[in-house]
T-cell receptor, first 110, second 115 residues
Framework: NAGVTQTPKFQVLKTGQSMTLQCAQD?????MSWYRQDPGMGLRLIHY???????DQGEVPNGYNVSRSTTEDFPLRLLSAAPSQTSVYFC?????????FGQGTRLTVV | AQSVTQLGSHVSVSEGALVLLRCNYS??????LFWYVQYPNQGLQLLLK??????LVKGINGFEAEFKKSETSFHLTKPSAHMSDAAEYFC?????????????FGGGTRVLVKP
């Protein structure tokens, strides 16, 4: 019973590098979202998707891209990493008003 | 626009004492309200939610919260703290159209339980 799976768990990037954070869910939820968690700021919504082929911006979308080609997968792309993107990233899938979170990816940009 | 304010970034309680975590929200539409808990190095887990109906909501692990519209509050309580309650707690709000899918979180309250 995997739920929401995020990979990798940890990543260190150099400024300007690109990478993709992977997120997969096996609950057949239509709704998926990405949040970043920073100390004292709670979680902030980056991007979300209401179903395959449909994505939209959240509160802090700059510097991030997403796509949703299947119900199961919702990858988050950093095109050119910046130190301000150092954070813990959480993917979630939702159903009937309940969000199920992955374990998170801790990203450090140096 | 919506916002959530959690009073106190850190709370220390003795084992067996009352746990009270404060949450106030701002919303231009009827809110859906949530409390999530995060244990170290883990994702968030839903404790309880309010959507409509009864304003006193019971959740897992003995927690409950009361929606008070006049005070725009959704405070979380537990009568008797246990060591396993040490974690960070987040209050969150969404509009009814988003139905808990687009969440706006408060800054979080870290709970320390003293033996």
């Amino acid at each position: 019973n995997a739920g929401v799976t995020q990979t990798p768990k940890f990543q260190v990037l150099k400024t300007g590098q690109s990478m993709t954070l992977q997120c997969a869910q096996d609950m057949n939820h239509e709704y998926m979202s990405w949040y970043r968690q920073d100390p004292g700021m709670g979680l902030r919504l980056i991007h979300y998707s209401v179903g395959a082929g449909i994505t939209d911006q959240g509160e802090v979308p700059n510097g991030y891209n997403v796509s949703r080609s299947t119900t199961e997968d919702f990858p988050l792309r950093l095109l050119s990493a910046a130190p301000s993107q150092t954070s813990v990233y959480f993917c979630a899938s939702s159903y009937l008003g309940v969000a199920f979170f992955g374990q998170g990816t801790r990203l450090t940009v140096v | 626009a919506q916002s959530v304010t959690q009073l106190g970034s850190h709370v220390s309680v003795s084992e067996g004492a009352l746990v009270l975590l404060r949450c106030n929200y701002s919303s231009s539409v009827p809110p859906y309200l949530f409390w999530y808990v995060q244990y170290p190095n883990q994702g968030l887990q839903l404790l309880l939610k309010y959507t409509t109906g009864a304003t006193l909501v019971k959740g897992i692990n003995g927690f409950e919260a009361e929606f008070k519209k006049s005070e725009t509050s959704f405070h979380l309580t537990k009568p008797s703290a246990h060591m396993s309650d040490a974690a960070e707690y987040f209050c969150a709000v969404s509009g009814p159209q988003a139905a808990g899918n687009k969440l706006t979180f408060g800054g979080g309250t870290r709970v320390l339980v003293k033996p």
